[in-house]
């Protein structure tokens, strides 16, 4: 089974506002019986305002059988309840595509933002996915002083640590190779 699928088979989400009451039944996705994982990064249908939309997944709600997911905004306040078969998951590489899109919008929210990085700290990135789609870069001049997100002292440790291993990562990496490479 690919990382992205717990429960298996391709994954697709008929909406339903959220009630009042409704972010109270989600439960954690962490179950083995569910598709997909807390803060997954999903492609909707479904909904005309939202199909081929990507959205962030926040739980499940066992009561309704749907997930919550919320539209990746910045702001993270439109959430949609949605069938499992409405949602498709996406690529590591398209997450992170996703992410880093999310992460570069000018009025992406501190709390938004992190739940970004805890995301891409799960996800399985290569040096492929790290030069393809410039993540590292990304989120290092977001942790840099000036940053309107570098202000928040959790986003910011979180981000330099997540770029730290990937530098250590890639470096351990191309060591190797190099290492290999010679006679």
């Known amino acids: 089974r690919p990382w992205w699928d717990m429960g298996g088979g391709k994954n697709n989400v008929a909406a339903t506002n959220l009630s009042a009451g409704g972010a109270a039944d989600l439960v954690s996705s962490h179950a083995t019986s569910l ?5 997954a990064i999903v492609r909707t249908s479904g909904l005309p305002e939202w199909n081929g939309k990507c959205g962030r997944v ?3 709600a066992q009561d309704r059988g749907r997930y919550t997911v919320c539209l990746l905004d910045g702001k993270g306040a439109t959430a949609k309840y949605f069938e499992p078969k409405k949602l498709e998951a996406l690529t590591a590489r398209e997450e992170v595509q ?3 899109k999310e992460l570069q919008l000018s009025t992406v929210q501190v709390e938004v933002a992190t739940h970004a990085i805890l995301r ?3 996800l399985p990135i290569d040096s492929k996915i790290l030069k393809e789609t410039k993540v590292g870069m990304a989120l290092n001049g977001l942790t840099k002083p000036g940053s ?4 928040n002292e959790i986003f910011a440790n979180l981000g330099r ?3 730290k291993r990937w530098r250590d990562q ?3 990496k191309n060591e190797d190779t190099t290492k290999h ?3």
């Not at 598709?35 to 803060?39: I, L, P, S, T, Y």
């Not at 309107?148 to 202000?151: E, F, G, K, S, V």
């Open 35 to 39: 598709k997909f994982a807390e803060h």
């Open 58 to 60: 926040q739980g499940f």
């Open 98 to 100: 996703e992410l880093v």
């Open 120 to 122: 891409l700290r799960e």
């Open 148 to 151: 309107r997100l570098a202000n």
């Open 161 to 163: 640590a997540l770029v």
């Open 170 to 172: 890639f470096r351990a």
């Open 181 to 183: 490479a010679e006679p």
